[in-house]
């Protein structure tokens, strides 16, 4: 145990989520706790984890979870284990809404995206169909997030640009997707910033500069791809060119590589195989797969085209992640790791009052929000 690598999870402490202050102290070694100074309250050392209150052993989940991570049915795992399928969906959510989280403390983080490319998959659920719509980076192969959705409208591609837009700074970006008309005006909608100029009214939005679009049209004739149109809907060609060989190198503009992240996503979820029978019954169990297969997809799993090469053209010993290509870490996650890590809760604010505030508050501003 160490309390110098562990902070409060206390929602109401003004020390949640700082590490290194020296306001955690060790409760009790046996039971494995932590004792907050500030609160003060005491919190278990998995708090945060898979682990919390689980009554299998954790091997035994972490097994479980990589193999489903992996495309082993769930069928097939209650028959290996023993275990009720009821017990391994409940694991399994616990991964998921634990990797959306470990997705959102690390990828959603504003950086240079480059090449953006987006597109959608038609999965069956019991009962109906659904659409997973998703987007990666395509210099670093980093999933930015994906949106399960029962239409494939508007609505759809406004939330994927929304985490789209959490990842992205306000720079030359390219996103190359199909021929869906909805996502021109959804591009347009999210890249852009309210204009604040003192006047009453409602305040105008501005648009991001260097915001270029293009598109990649398929004609089908029995089930064929028999034509492919290439349109570039905004900025020039010289634009789109220069952008697209900075992050791609050589080739046309295209949606292969989403379209492969498709498949591997379909070979490593089972609900997602086409004409499988291991669908899954609910959207959400859907949305906590994507982002347990997602999230081990950047964090877990090297990437053969990111290995770095020498001076002399030779591939450096091992693979790395895109979680490493984008530098968000320094090294391949185990699984263990990742489900292991501490999501740290939003730093406290204020309370924002009327009045002169207490010397109190006062010192507790200065020490924990400096």
């Excluded at 983080?109 to 480059?114: C, K, V």
């Excluded at 260097?210 to 398929?218: E, F």
């Excluded at 034509?227 to 809907?233: E, L």
Aim: aromatic content about 8%.
């Amino acid at each position: 145990m160490d309390p110098t690598q562990a902070f409060c999870p206390n929602p109401e402490c003004p020390a949640r989520g700082q590490i290194g202050k020296g306001n955690i102290g060790i409760h009790s070694r046996k039971e494995r706790r932590f004792l907050c100074r500030q609160c003060p309250k005491t919190f278990a050392e998995t708090k945060g984890t898979v682990w919390y209150r689980l009554r299998t052993a954790a091997e035994v989940v972490r097994v479980v979870v990589t193999l489903v991570a992996h495309g082993c049915p769930l069928q097939a795992i209650v028959a290996a284990y023993g275990v009720e399928e009821r017990t391994v969906a409940s694991w399994l959510a616990r991964a998921g809404c634990h990797s959306q989280a470990v997705h959102e403390h690390w990828v959603e983080q504003p950086r240079n995206l480059g090449q953006v490319q987006a597109d959608e998959s038609r999965v069956k659920r019991q009962g109906t169909i659904v659409w997973m719509a998703m987007a990666m980076r395509i210099s670093t192969r980093l999933w930015l997030g994906g949106v399960v959705s029962e239409r494939r409208d508007l609505p759809l591609l406004r939330a994927l640009l929304a985490r789209v837009r959490r990842c992205a700074l306000a720079r030359t970006i390219l996103f190359c997707t199909d021929g869906l008309r909805a996502y021109v005006r959804a591009i347009r909608e999210t890249f852009r910033d309210q204009v604040r100029n003192g006047q009453p009214g409602r305040p105008r939005w501005r648009t991001w500069k260097n915001i270029l679009i293009a598109q990649v049209v398929k004609r089908y004739e029995r089930r064929r791809v028999v034509g492919v149109t290439h349109r570039i809907i905004q900025g020039s060609r010289r634009q789109v060119n220069t952008l697209r060989h900075r992050s791609q190198g050589e080739g046309t503009i295209n949606t292969a590589y989403i379209e492969r992240l498709n498949a591997t996503f379909r070979e490593r979820w089972a609900p997602l195989v086409r004409r499988g029978r291991a669908l899954a019954r609910h959207t959400r169990t859907l949305e906590l797969g994507l982002y347990l297969i997602g999230t081990t997809y950047n964090f877990c799993t090297p990437h053969a085209s990111l290995s770095q090469t020498t001076a002399g053209g030779k591939a450096v010993r091992g693979a790395r992640t895109p979680a490493m290509a984008a530098g968000v870490t320094d090294h391949c996650w185990t699984m263990h790791e990742l489900l292991s890590f501490h999501v740290p809760p939003p730093r406290w604010e204020p309370p924002r009052r009327r009045g002169r505030r207490s010397r109190a508050l006062q010192l507790t501003i200065e020490q924990w929000c400096a």
